[in-house]
């Protein structure tokens, strides 16, 4: 009888500790990716507002990655940023042109 608690004792730590794990990944996953998406959006408002060389000089002191922007002819923005492996994109736009 007592073999049997010891046993359900370990497995109940065992899976308390591997539900903490997934939480605390799963937590760091979303913090990550909102990450993301905010230097993305940063990157395309800075883009709009003040150029191509601001938002370079913005990324370089933030640390992240621009990989690709692009300003359209209505004055549309679009940015791909890359932080901490995690790759977000970002739209701007301006009423009276970026």
């Not at 922007?69 to 791909?80: E, N």
Request: proline letters at 0%; glycine letters at 8%; hydrophobic letters at 50%.
């Amino acid at each position: 009888m007592r073999a049997n608690i010891s046993v359900l004792a370990v497995l109940w730590c065992a899976v308390s500790a591997f539900g903490c794990f997934a939480i605390a990944r799963a937590s760091h996953q979303v913090v990550a990716r909102s990450e993301a998406q905010l230097f993305a959006d940063t990157a395309a408002l800075t883009l709009c507002d003040h150029g191509t060389e601001v938002m370079q000089t913005m990324a370089q002191r933030l640390g992240f990655a621009i990989l690709s922007s692009r300003i359209t002819r209505d004055g549309h923005v679009v940015v791909t940023v890359q932080r901490n492996g995690v790759v977000s994109d970002a739209e701007a736009t301006r009423s009276g042109g970026c």
